[in-house]
């Protein structure tokens, strides 16, 4: 429950606090007061928008902190979820910049405002008037139903279904797309990895044909050349070796004479002998040396093929055409494979829709099980309500799709009167009539949350007479077990507080200001006198306020 709210540059407001009271709390306050700034407040440090326009003229920034006691409502588990400190009594503060930068804090630690929201939404719920307007929203019937019939754990573990086999549909629509679109491709991927692979590539081969192709392409100039070699170096007429034999002789001869010419002798008979196998070898390597056009001429076909294959691929080498080849043949085996890949998700399809529909089914009895509750609740409630010949019933029909919530289609049927058909109630109820529904209806759901603080603003719009005075009896004993705070125009109503605050407005300095006071005994009789009579209080109306006050006290 709400303890205390301080508000600090907001709006009308410069600075005020709020003691709040559990059980049954009224405010209450002429059109205009303020009272939707009080709750504008409270909004923003529950998680909703922030707007720096709200900030009060001349103020740099505003201040909206809260204090809660919790520890009556198990929320351990969402402070632990998010690393923050846990105490019986929660702070939570919003600032909001004149240049529309916004900090949260839990218990002084910065929050986003996702987490501010959630814990929010598990401290107070703020029923005002246009939310009647959810009794028209299927969703909203829905999550009435979910909510009374603590149907969580099954919800949980159909939407597990439910997403597993929206996308296994996803990945097999994916997957079939892919397939048409590349089998359209096969044929020409197909032709590209034939020709390649028809090729024959090897690693390497490029150079080697180059080189051999430049050796035959000059066979019979490197023989003539190699021919001239030979005979240079070892032919007996005209060759280098003659003279090279008659030095040789010379220094034989001057060995004799001269002893230190035997290491020339050595080394001149050493050329000489080199000379003479190096002859040898140029001359058998030109008589070897294959002159053959038709190999040259094949060579040539062999690298016109490549350098093609290289142009046509973009690519410069050899070793790159053998990597698009393994690619296209990877490529033709994926394709292959496809038909299998679908098979098997197809099965695993239809076996998580066959789940999705097991867990919807049990979502679906779960539900129905709460249906005679919230028919009872309603038909009790709304009896007291000044509606003698209620009849509610809850009807459910199956959808044709299956949605994240299921394929349960809920309707709240409704007729207040006897031997009327029954209908949708956002169809037939009045604006009274809806307005008693949902005060009913926010009676059991806040009862199955045990939610700690429920706030109603003026939905008591249409109502007068004895049936306020039965809506404030529910409300009163919704005050019994949660904090109730109801914002009403009616006096019957405000009779009920246990506590009373006045939201009222007055000038101070050329300005102003918004101002929320909690009422006296005194106060109270004429507060209430003035909402029985208006501006003109009489002696009647006081004495009808002390009438309502000690009937309802």
Known sequence: ???????????????????????????????????????????????????????????????????????????????????????????????????????????????????????????????????????????????????????????????????????????????????????????????????????????????????????????????????????LIDDENGSAMPPLKEALLALRRAEKLYPQSSEWLQRLDSCIIELKDLATEVHKTQENFDVDPAKAEHIKQRLDLLYTLEQKHRVTSVEELIELREKFDEQLQQIESLDDKIEQLQKESTQLYNEMLEAGAKLTQKRKAAFPQIEKHLVSQLKQLGMPEIRFEVRLTPRSDWS??????????????????????????????????????????????SLPTIIFDEIDMGISGEVANSMSLIMKNLGTYMQVIAITHLPQIAAQGSSHYKVFKSNQNDSTETSIKQLSNEERITEIAGMLSGNSISQAAIENAKQLLSTFS
Do not use: W
């Open 404 to 449: 994240v919530s299921g394929n349960d289609d809920i309707q709240f049927y409704f007729s207040a009167n006897k031997n009327s058909q029954l209908q949708p109630v956002a169809q037939t109820a009045s604006g009274g009539e809806i307005s008693r529904v949902m005060i009913s209806l926010k009676s059991l759901i806040a009862s199955a949350k």
């Open 1 to 231: 429950m709400i303890t205390s709210l301080h508000i600090e540059n907001y709006v009308l407001i410069s600075n005020l606090d709020i003691q709040f009271q559990p059980g049954f709390s009224v405010i209450t306050g002429e059109t205009g007061a303020g009272k939707s700034i009080i709750l504008g407040a409270l909004g923003l440090i529950l998680g909703q928008r922030a707007d720096s326009k709200t900030i009060k003229n001349g103020a740099s920034k505003c201040i909206i902190e809260g204090s809660f006691r919790i520890g009556d409502y198990n929320l351990q588990e969402f402070f632990t979820q998010n690393d923050l400190d846990y105490d019986n009594d929660c702070l939570i503060r919003r600032e909001i910049s004149g240049n529309g930068k916004s900090r949260s804090f839990i218990n002084d630690t910065p929050v986003g405002l996702q987490q501010l929201k959630e814990l929010g939404d598990k401290l107070i719920d703020i029923h005002s008037q246009h939310q009647n307007l959810l009794l028209s929203n299927d969703s909203f019937q829905l999550q009435v139903v979910d909510t009374i019939a603590k149907s969580e754990p099954e919800s949980i573990t159909y939407q597990k279904k439910y997403n597993e086999y929206k996308r296994c549909i996803q990945e097999l629509s994916t997957l079939k797309a892919s397939a048409l679109q590349q089998k359209a491709e096969s044929d020409f991927l197909q032709f590209q990895f034939n020709q390649l692979n028809e090729a024959q590539l090897t690693e390497g081969e490029q150079e080697q044909q180059e080189q051999e192709l430049q050796l035959l392409s000059h066979a019979e100039e490197i023989k003539t050349e190699l021919s001239k070699a030979a005979y």
